[in-house]
């Protein structure tokens, strides 16, 4: 599962993300995602053995909340986006697959902190 889809505008936080870039660094290691400005904006943490259930996360992080529901074609939710703000700086985001006994996903970090160009001095 892609926690940021590239080129695809997602809101998470209360933010708008389009991620651009998008490095899978193999196996068990995280998956990063970076902006037009090829600044770091999530982190995907790699798949668990056992992956934690959503009473977990929503025990753990009191302030999680919905912000996405996804549904089969027949309009029966299958899918919730879940986030917990940990900061000005960043959420907590997590994927629920409802069918799954509420097994999340995906779990990661989206920084919610806006980014700028890198300025170059000319030579």
Partial sequence: MVLL???KEQRVGGVTFRARHRLDLGRDRYTLYFDENVRLI????PPHA???QR????????SLRVFYVGHNADRVPVYE??????????S???GVWLARGDAVENLGY???CSTRPVLRSEK
């Fill in 50 to 52: 056992r992956p934690p």
């Fill in 110 to 112: 989206i920084y919610t």
């Fill in 92 to 94: 907590l985001t997590a």
């Fill in 42 to 45: 999530a982190l995907e943490a």
């Fill in 55 to 62: 009473k977990e996360l929503m025990v753990k992080y009191p």
């Fill in 81 to 90: 986006g879940l986030d917990a703000p940990l900061g000005e700086w960043g």
């Fill in 5 to 7: 889809a590239e080129g």
